[in-house]
């Protein structure tokens, strides 16, 4: 009960608060900036849509992920708040709701953002046009199911990979105290990865291109294990980061 009370009341704070409608609305925002003037050439949200992943601006997305909760743990160890929860709790319990919520908030605010700039095209783009056609496989396949199918696929890589990124700015929050370190940590992190990627030769299907665009060489034929493999590896990444998190951070709490 103690634990289910605990992630219940960081639900209420991440979910009820002001910092997740900014996280969505910053979100939508980075959509806009990142549909170019080049890319009024397409005449279609679809196309408009998949036309993101190459805008300049795609990787403040992640930041946007981070607003909603990141900060929460740090911010609690600033007001003294941590010591009275776990007073009255079990400090383990607390950071293991952190990093469940981090996610999850991270994950929802992306998800419910590009789904929101979607529906904002609309109002100016038709849905689909004649020459969208999505030959590449993966996700994409999810054109031929329906074009919000693949509208809603491209929303979840975008966000599986930003509830990452809010976990490992969790991480650098109980290493560094600094709110605005924590909240610019996710493009930091995602340019150290990539350039990692160019010097260390990465298996394709956990690299970030391949994850990010969701084409994985050996489901090209199937948009559902595509999607599961893609959600499996950066559920791997949560826990391993979230794990060390909750070491950081009772390391600190208790040595200092």
């Keep these: 009960m103690e634990r289910i009370r605990m992630v219940q009341m960081d639900l209420q704070r991440a979910f009820c608060g002001r910092l997740f409608l900014v996280g ?13 003037w080049n890319n009024y050439q397409y005449e279609s949200v679809v196309s408009l849509i998949a036309g993101l992943a190459f805008g300049g601006f795609v990787q403040m997305i992640f930041v946007c992920g981070a607003i909603p909760y990141a900060v929460s743990y740090l911010s609690d160890c600033e007001s003294g708040y941590i010591r009275f929860l776990v007073i009255r709790g079990d400090l383990r319990r607390y950071l293991r709701s952190k990093v469940f919520v981090t996610a999850l908030s991270g994950f929802s605010a992306v998800f419910a953002g590009k789904l929101l700039f979607a529906l904002s095209l609309c109002a100016a783009f038709p849905l689909t046009q004649e020459t969208d056609i999505m030959l590449n496989g993966g996700v994409e396949l999810l054109f031929d199911v329906h074009p919000w199918a693949y509208i809603a696929g491209d929303a ?9 990124f809010a976990v490992m700015a969790l991480l650098v929050s109980s290493l560094i105290r600094n709110m605005f370190v924590t909240l610019m ?6 340019f150290m990865i990539t350039s990692l990627q160019q010097i260390v030769r990465v298996p394709q ?15 090209l034929d199937s948009w559902q294990w595509t999607l599961l493999h893609i959600f499996l590896v950066w559920l791997i990444v949560i826990l391993v980061t979230g794990k060390l998190f909750v070491w950081r951070a009772e390391r600190r709490f208790y040595h200092g």
């Design 24 to 36: 969505l609305l910053c979100l939508v925002g980075v959509c806009y900036l990142n549909v170019s």
């Design 156 to 164: 979840f890589l975008y966000a599986m990979a930003s509830a990452a």
């Design 185 to 190: 940590s996710p493009l930091v992190l995602y």
């Design 205 to 219: 299907a956990i690299g970030m291109n391949g994850l990010m665009m969701g084409y994985i060489d050996g489901y």
